[in-house]
């Protein structure tokens, strides 16, 4: 892939919109101007440290987080570091993705709003996890923020939710992930609700994040570009 300018910008928004998601779900970290950095163990599914460029420095990346926490992990959002001399294996890799502003969409089959309080948020997660809420995503992410995070709901006819994403902004961009179907919704309307409300939300904000395998063949079918690869790598010793 060739890197123009304007996809390098576009890689630097979309790797601080992910940090910044990051760092407000797991309430804890730095930034400096390489990276996002917990030196405390993070949530389940949200990595110790993002880089924000590609000449991140390494060492001191690695010296910033708690290796001797179980599965400790580094979002290397350029693909461009070898943390493996480190302990470090990579876990996957995905793409970001890049939609612009005003691209047209499917209309959604479900109604959809923003996720309004506490009772609902631990519903959101309820469906996004698929069995229980865990307090993951905690009440905060609602009202902390000056309105710039966004819980986004598809519910049915009985008002149950069986679709979702989560939405933040930073800048010029939106950021879109955790998104979800269930009760045998189908992927595209997950996407096609979330799209649409962020830009009822967020009128003439391109949207950005990170998918890979069949997630990112939908978002390509729904308007996303891939700019680029980013890297997770996991601690194991």
């Known amino acids: 892939m060739i890197i123009t300018p304007n996809t390098e910008e576009l890689l630097?928004?979309?790797?601080?919109?992910?940090?910044a998601?990051?760092?407000a779900v797991c309430r804890d970290g730095a930034f400096t101007a390489e990276a996002w950095i917990s030196p405390r163990p993070t949530p389940l599914y949200y990595p110790d440290a993002v880089t924000l460029t590609r000449d991140t420095?390494?060492?001191?990346?690695?010296?910033?987080?708690?290796?001797?926490?179980?599965?400790?992990?580094?979002?290397?959002?350029f693909a461009a570091l070898?943390?493996?001399?480190?302990?470090?294996?990579?876990l996957f890799g995905a793409q970001w993705i890049h939609r612009p502003a005003g691209a047209p969409g499917?209309?959604?089959?479900?109604?959809?709003?923003?996720?309004?309080?506490?009772a609902e948020l631990e519903s959101w997660e309820t469906a996004w996890d698929g069995e229980e809420s865990t307090g993951l995503f905690h009440p905060g992410l609602l009202t902390g923020h000056d309105g710039e995070i966004a819980f986004l709901a598809g519910r049915d006819a009985e008002g149950r939710i069986v679709a979702g994403?989560?939405?933040?902004?930073?800048?010029?961009?939106v950021g879109v992930s955790?998104?979800?179907?269930?009760?045998?919704?189908?992927?595209d309307e997950a996407w096609a609700g979330a799209l649409t409300l962020?830009?009822?939300?967020?009128?003439?904000?391109?949207?950005?994040?990170?998918?890979?395998?069949?997630?990112?063949?939908?978002?390509?079918?729904?308007?996303?570009?891939?700019?680029?690869?980013?890297?997770v790598w996991v601690h194991t010793g």
């Open 12 to 19: 630097l928004a979309a790797a601080h919109n992910n940090a």
């Open 21 to 23: 998601w990051c760092a």
């Open 57 to 77: 420095d390494a060492a001191a990346l690695v010296a910033g987080i708690d290796t001797a926490a179980p599965r400790a992990s580094v979002k290397d959002s």
């Open 106 to 118: 499917a209309a959604p089959a479900l109604e959809w709003s923003r996720v309004a309080g506490p």
């Open 198 to 231: 962020i830009a009822s939300i967020w009128p003439g904000l391109a949207v950005v994040g990170y998918e890979s395998g069949d997630d990112l063949d939908t978002a390509l079918r729904h308007g996303f570009t891939a700019i680029g690869p980013l890297l």
């Open 165 to 173: 994403a989560a939405a933040n902004r930073t800048g010029e961009v």
């Open 178 to 187: 955790n998104v979800f179907c269930a009760d045998g919704t189908a992927d």
């Open 82 to 90: 070898d943390l493996a001399p480190a302990g470090f294996e990579v």
